[in-house]
């Protein structure tokens, strides 16, 4: 079975109650949650990870290339200045997928710009919730497509 790794960043342990105007009233674990019934429903494997620490993610990157097939990645304020994870993505084989619950480039300037672009394989932007549920269905599809159950 395919296994999908959810990492995300800095201050989203906070969801739920933090700044709800831009980020909604669903919490982390709500969401997790959200992606696991999806992921069963999928038939793929999912885990969890949350970090408020730039090294921690970094190690997580490394060692999910050999444990995981894909990575959905939210590193939050990471994102925007991060040399360290971007280079952890570009280090291992693992294809990540950049998720965004706001759309960061609507926001303050220095959101608009994220050192991880170039190395991941795209980015989901501005659907709350969905930007996650939207990752994990690219992920399961272009696993299909590897194992060729899935063409287009
Ligand atoms: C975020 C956007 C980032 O700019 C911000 O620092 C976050 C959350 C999002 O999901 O919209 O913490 O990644």
Redesign the pocket.
């Known amino acids: 079975m395919n296994k999908i790794l959810v990492i995300n960043?800095?201050?989203?342990n906070l969801l739920g109650t933090r700044e709800p105007e831009i980020?909604g009233s669903t919490t982390l674990s709500d969401i997790n949650a959200m992606l696991k019934e999806h992921a069963d429903k999928l038939g793929v494997d999912i885990d969890f990870m949350q970090s408020n620490i730039e090294g921690e993610i970094v190690t997580a990157i490394q060692q999910a290339s050999k444990v995981y097939d894909f990575i959905l990645l939210?590193?939050?304020?990471f994102?925007?200045y991060s040399v360290a994870i971007r280079d952890a993505i570009a280090a291992v084989s693992v294809p990540v997928i950049e998720?965004?619950?706001?759309n960061?480039h609507a926001?303050e300037e220095f959101?608009h710009h994220s050192v991880i672009a170039p190395v991941v394989m795209g980015q989901i932007?501005g659907f709350g919730v969905d930007s996650y549920i939207a990752a994990l269905d690219i992920a399961v599809r272009k696993l299909q497509k590897i194992r060729g159950e899935h063409k287009e």
């Open positions: 960043g800095p201050n989203l980020y939210n590193a939050a304020a994102t925007h998720i965004h619950l706001s960061v926001r959101r932007s």
